[in-house]
């Protein structure tokens, strides 16, 4: 079993930046990618972002430029920056393990409104 619990939400101003963190615990030898979706109000949840424990990345292409995602073990980040309000929305963490099997963060709120 892996716990993931997110933490760094919050309301800011347009243009402006802010950090979400990540972290998973329990059985964290297995698990393969980290990674960021999000999903805003009446819309699917979306990919964002995710690393590989190589540390490769990978982005969703419209968000190429603003997000960058890192990885310290079993620790991930999304350094958000320049931040529009379509980039509203509820964000989740994800540990995808060795095996195929995912584990969800609940996720955290980012509001980006003036």
């Known amino acids: 079993q892996v716990r993931v619990v997110e933490s760094g939400g919050g309301l800011v101003q347009p243009g402006g930046s802010l950090r979400l963190s990540c972290a998973a615990s329990?059985?964290?030898?297995?698990?393969?990618?980290m990674g960021w979706y999000r999903q805003a109000p009446g819309k699917e949840r979306e990919f964002v972002a995710d690393?590989?424990?190589?540390?490769y990345t990978n982005y969703a292409e419209s968000l190429k430029g603003r997000f960058t995602i890192s990885r310290e073990n079993a620790k991930v980040y999304l350094q958000m920056n320049t931040l529009k309000p379509e980039d509203t929305a509820v964000y989740y963490c994800?540990?995808?393990?060795?095996?195929?099997?995912?584990?969800w963060g609940q996720g955290t709120q980012v509001t980006v409104s003036s």
């Open positions: 994800n540990a995808l393990m060795y095996g195929s099997k995912h584990y």
């Open positions: 329990g059985i964290i030898s297995s698990i393969n990618t």
């Open positions: 690393i590989t424990s190589s540390g």
